[in-house]
Every structure is written in structure tokens, then in C-alpha cells.
């Protein structure tokens, strides 16, 4: 297993489009994470499945966002009527349940919405 | 809720040590960790510390923690131009697994 991967790596947008990423974690791993990081921050957490139950959500994501994981391996981030707000750095990682195990990031994925 | 604050700018020789600094506020984080990502990249996992140690090595990387003044600090040893970059320390909030809190970074700049 070479790591998490994403997809697209980048994805360019007009405003008002939906869009969708896809993170598949390192194949043991049973925690996905979303985050998302603008220019000059540090990740800001999203959310989190462990295996296809979505256990936490920040308020970040509003309902315009919506997050998937069906069969507890790969996910989806969804975001709807994109605003120019939303460009930022998806970052997706990985990990094992249990505790103190650290998080494994994939290379993200840049949106700019235009 | 927790908060982690790195000061923002590093610049150091190469060949020279750096030290980067890194505060953080739940005093019940059993783990602290440091990333280090390059331009248009995601997050690489530079080491991590347990908090019962107050060192751990990791061939040029040292990280210390003074659990009584919430302190964290990663030391480079030898640093290259390779090493440039902006590091990030995190502490998972609650302490369950979930959700890593991040720092704002530092971006260290190696001069040759």
C-alpha cells in the first residue's frame, strides 16, 4: 500500500457548481478524516467516519457539505453550490482506532472556485 | 477549547541546528505531534512524542516536551535546504482519536 490517495489533485470551478473528492485511506485503516487548509493555516478538521460511521462533524461544514463513507473504505466529500469561499486545500487522512495512533494525509486536493 | 500556537517564521544556515516552538493548551493530550509539509503537498508525519517521555530522538530530529509549561519543541539537527518547509504540531482534542487541532505552522527557511 503506497499511502492515502486523492482525487482530482486539483479541480478548478465556477461559482454555484457542486463538486466532488475522493480519498481512499491506507487499506487497514479504519478512521478517515476530512480537513480543510487555507492559505497560511494550519488543517481546520471537517470531519471523521471510523469504518462508515460519520462520527464527528464540525461546524465548519455547513449543509452545503456532505461527506460519505458506504462500505468503510473509500469517501467522498461533496460540496454543493460552491462559493468562492470554499477554495482551499481538501486534505483527507487515515488511521487506525486506537488511541494516540497517529494521522496519515493524502496529497490533497486544491479546489479554486472562480 | 484546545489551541496550538506556533511563532509563524524560522530562517537558519544550513548546516546549523533549528528549533521550532510549539504551545499548546490540554494539559490531558496523551500525544503530540509534528508534520511537515512542502508547497502543494499534504502532511508528512515527522515523528511523535507519548507524554509520560520528555525526549525522544529520531536520527537528526529531537523532540522535547515540558509537560509543565504545555512547551513542545522540534529540534533539526544538521539542517539542509531539503528541510525547508512549514512544520505544524497537533494535539488531538479529547484525547479519543478524533479530531487533531493544528497550529498555524512555521515556515522554516534554510539559506546555503
Known amino acids: 500500500d503506497t499511502g492515502v490517495s486523492q482525487d482530482p489533485r486539483h479541480k478548478i470551478t465556477k461559482r454555484g457548481q457542486n463538486v466532488t473528492f475522493r480519498c481512499d485511506p491506507i487499506?487497514?485503516?479504519?478512521?478517515l478524516y476530512w480537513y480543510r487548509q487555507t492559505l497560511g493555516q494550519g488543517p481546520e478538521f471537517l470531519t471523521y467516519f471510523q469504518n462508515e460511521a460519520q462520527l464527528e462533524k464540525s461546524r465548519l461544514l455547513s449543509d452545503r457539505f456532505s461527506a460519505e463513507r458506504p462500505k468503510g473504505s473509500f469517501s467522498t466529500l461533496e460540496i454543493q453550490r460552491t462559493e468562492q469561499g470554499d477554495s482551499a486545500m481538501y486534505l483527507c487522512?487515515?488511521?487506525?482506532?486506537?488511541?494516540?495512533?497517529?494521522?496519515?494525509f493524502g496529497p490533497g486536493t486544491r479546489l479554486t472556485v472562480l | 477549547g484546545e489551541d496550538v500556537e506556533q511563532s509563524l517564521f524560522l530562517s537558519v544556515r544550513e548546516g546549523d541546528s533549528s528549533v521550532i516552538n510549539c504551545t499548546y493548551t490540554d494539559s490531558s493530550s496523551t500525544y503530540l505531534y509534528w508534520y511537515k509539509q512542502e508547497p502543494g503537498a499534504g502532511l508528512q508525519l515527522l515523528t511523535y512524542i507519548f507524554s509520560n517521555m520528555d525526549m525522544k530522538q529520531d536520527q537528526r530530529l529531537t523532540v522535547l516536551l515540558n509537560k509543565k509549561d504545555k512547551h513542545l519543541s522540534l529540534r533539526i539537527a544538521d539542517t539542509q535546504t531539503g528541510d525547508s518547509a512549514i512544520y505544524f504540531c497537533?494535539?488531538?482534542?479529547?484525547?479519543?482519536?478524533?479530531?487533531?487541532?493544528f497550529g498555524q505552522g512555521t515556515e522554516l527557511s534554510v539559506k546555503p
Open positions: 497537533a494535539e488531538p482534542e479529547y484525547n479519543q482519536g478524533g479530531k487533531l487541532i
Open positions: 487522512a487515515s488511521s487506525l482506532a486506537v488511541s494516540g495512533e497517529p494521522q496519515y
Open positions: 487499506s487497514e485503516h479504519n478512521r
